[in-house]
Structure formats: structure tokens, C-alpha cells
């Protein structure tokens, strides 16, 4: 079982910056590949970015390739996302997770989620 908790959201203006960590707990991230999801209201949620076990293979959506950054410390059990140059279109809920397949898996394979962190970016 892991537990995941993410931290690091709140409020910024347009072409700001945060920087999302997601803290594990229970057993260690290094077996695990690492997802951020994102949910904005009405819409369905998408894959952001994944990083392997490792740090060595990453995935970025098209929409945030440039601007978001997804990095890994498996001695402190943590996964980071680094948001830079925001937009109001990344506004939303922010969740990572953590799956056993690959970079590119889909939601559906995911085993564990955090409770999600919310990002609001104003214009």
C-alpha cells in the first residue's frame, strides 16, 4: 500500500511559477512510475507528465511540454513537478499517482492516488 499526499498548490498569476511535490508513504516510490494528473472543472482528467522509476524516461502533454518539469528524489520518497510561465488554462486540480506499467499508461492503470492539490492561475 502506498499513501501519496500532494503539496505545494495555491493561487498565482499569469506567467508565474509553483512548484507541486507529492510526498509517498508506506513503501518506497522507486517501484513505482510516477504520474501528475490534472481535473479542471467540467473536463475529465489528463496525464500531465509521468517520470519512470528511475528518472531516466519521461512524459510531458503537449500542452505543458517547455513549460513543466517532472523530477523524482526516490531517497526522499518524492515527486516534483515544476510549473513554469502558468497559464488561466492550467487552472485545476492537480493529482499525482503512482502506476507499475509505464510513462505512458493511462488513468485506468494507475494503483494509487494522492488527494490532489488545486492550482489556480489568474490572468
Known amino acids: 500500500q502506498v499513501q501519496l499526499v500532494e503539496s505545494g498548490g495555491g493561487s498565482v498569476q499569469a506567467g508565474g511559477s509553483l512548484r507541486l511535490a507529492c510526498a509517498a508513504s508506506g513503501r518506497t516510490l522507486s517501484s513505482y512510475v510516477m504520474g501528475w494528473f490534472r481535473q479542471a472543472p467540467g473536463k475529465e482528467r489528463e496525464l500531465v507528465a509521468a517520470?519512470?522509476?528511475?528518472?531516466?524516461?519521461?512524459y510531458y502533454a503537449d500542452s505543458v511540454k517547455g513549460r513543466f518539469t517532472i523530477s523524482r528524489d526516490n531517497a526522499k520518497n518524492t515527486v516534483y513537478l515544476q510549473m513554469n510561465s502558468l497559464k488561466p488554462e492550467d487552472t485545476a486540480v492537480y493529482y499525482c499517482g503512482a502506476n507499475t506499467l509505464g510513462v505512458r499508461a493511462r488513468e485506468r492503470n494507475y494503483d494509487y492516488w494522492g488527494q490532489g492539490t488545486q492550482v489556480t492561475v489568474s490572468s
Open positions: 517520470i519512470s522509476r528511475g528518472g531516466g524516461d519521461t
